[in-house]
């Protein structure tokens, strides 16, 4: 029978390094349930925008107005064939006026915001086209026509009024597709080449959310007021004045000709639809948070909420003689994630502030007194504070969305530097031997023999003298 004598662990004994690399597989296993709970933001998300497109839709969508223009036939021949064209007169000089009223519908629990706008449009359109006509073109000056562009006419919440050099023209819809949306409203009239005309025009739009114009030439002048208290400019040019405050709003463009793409008269199919388009500048009434953007952007940070409880519970079984079960871990682990479905359910019915704050003291008191009942401690209640200071900063980054990077980098940047100072004495190879590493269990050059005075095997709650191990023969 050989000399050699071992030492068994304790039924049970893990090393404070073993159970550290138990905790990071459990913490990697939450990736799956987090991204269910992504996929659950993004499926609800999708139900809210149809709901919205449900709402928006019967009212013509989100209008972009084009117009007015005056579209001049034109005929040349090549050869024996006869190729016909239109040229688009832009107008000279521009002014919009518009006043915007807001209100919500409801489908549902889902709302949208609907916006009934009243435009009134003045300015001067001078007939010249010869640049803009192919060479040897016949402009049929008699069969032009001044309209206005939509992509959909169910915007039209009143028949448009248009005077054309002091006279009344009923607008009509016409079947063919417009130079830039499907759809448009136009009237015959007749115009000499190089004549002026002033009009003056007043629409009643009805639609979603946004409101835009397309002025792609000439001067332009448009100011946009409301009753709503977060608007948001957008599109090809910025406002020049806008002023926000007491729950309403003005803004004021203004476009020179000079910075203008296009000129004032073009052949209509020489210009991309597509590019015509992006000229097109307005306002969007935004309704403040947007739970699901916010709901999508804490999700990001759901690992985050699964490291911090389980590293207090690992310092929790570091500094006691309690055990916590990885199954303990999970279940902590899994009301952290449960956090979030509370957060896009309540705050579907609530808001978003106040469903942060009911989820966030849900969570944070079930997971410590559960802490407290898995340590049977008091201690255990220290997990209901962390993860307080933890909602709080997140709350924090994702209501500075403009330093969310800076908050999130110090906020990961402090945690570990706390975890570096709470585990800095802490034996990973629990042993309790010189430099963190296990002891021989013989004296160098006789094997089998424990060195003098190590009567206890340091660990997790490890104990001395008979507690430590049994020696077998």
Not at 58 to 75: H, M, N, Q
Request: include cysteine; aromatic fraction near 8%.
């Amino acid at each position: 029978m050989s000399d050699t004598k071992r030492v068994q662990p304790r039924p049970g004994f893990a090393g404070p390094g073993l159970k550290a690399i138990i905790v990071t597989v459990l913490v990697l296993a939450f990736l799956l349930p987090l991204a269910l709970v992504k996929g659950i933001v993004e499926d609800r998300r999708s139900t809210r925008d149809k709901a919205e497109a449900s709402i928006v839709g019967p009212a013509g969508g989100s209008p972009r107005l084009f117009g007015p223009f005056l579209r001049v036939p034109y005929e040349r021949r090549k050869g024996r064939e006869t190729l016909e064209g239109e040229i688009v007169v832009l107008p000279e000089t521009l002014a919009i006026s518009s006043n915007l009223r807001a209100e919500k519908r409801k489908r549902g629990i889902f709302s949208a915001t609907i916006l009934e706008a009243e435009i009134s449009i003045e300015g001067t359109l001078t007939a010249q086209a010869s640049e803009a006509a192919p060479s040897g073109a016949v402009v049929r000056w008699d069969l032009a026509r001044v309209g206005f562009e939509l992509p959909d006419l169910r915007s039209l919440s009143g028949n448009p009024e248009l005077s054309w050099d002091g006279r009344a023209l009923a607008l009509g819809p016409e079947p063919r597709s417009g130079k830039v949306f499907d759809k448009s409203v136009s009237a015959r009239v007749r115009m000499a080449a190089g004549a002026s005309a002033p009009f003056a025009a007043s629409i009643k739009l009805r639609s979603g959310d946004s409101l835009s114009f397309l002025e792609p030439a000439g001067t332009v002048l448009a100011v946009v007021s409301g009753a709503w208290p977060s608007p948001s400019f957008f599109g090809y040019s910025s406002p020049a004045e806008r002023s926000v405050g007491d729950g309403a709003f003005r803004a004021r463009w203004y476009l020179p000709e000079s910075s203008q793409g296009l000129p004032r008269a073009f052949d209509a199919g020489s210009v991309d639809r597509g590019k015509l388009a992006e000229a097109a500048f307005g306002v969007r009434l935004l309704d403040g948070v947007d739970a699901y953007d916010m709901a999508w952007r804490a999700t990001r940070y759901g690992l985050l909420f699964v490291i911090v409880p389980f590293a207090v519970l690992f310092l929790f079984e570091l500094t006691t003689r309690s055990r916590i079960h990885p199954v303990q871990y999970a279940l902590v682990g899994l009301g952290n994630c449960l956090f979030y479905l509370l957060l896009l359910s309540l705050s579907e019915v609530a808001g978003f502030g106040p469903a942060y704050l009911i989820a966030a003291g849900i969570c944070a008191a079930l997971c410590g007194s559960y802490a407290a009942a898995a340590l049977r401690s008091s201690r255990g209640l220290w997990l209901i504070p962390a993860l307080a200071l933890l909602y709080a900063y997140l709350y924090a980054v994702l209501s500075s969305e403009d330093y969310a990077l800076l908050l999130g980098s110090l906020g990961l940047l402090g945690l570990l530097a706390a975890a570096m100072a709470a585990t800095r004495k802490v034996d990973w190879y629990g042993s309790g031997g010189e430099g963190g590493r296990a002891s021989p269990a013989g004296s160098p050059g006789k094997p089998g023999r424990e060195p003098e005075g190590s009567d206890k095997v340091a660990g997790l709650g490890g104990s001395s003298g008979g507690d430590a191990g049994e020696v077998l023969p």
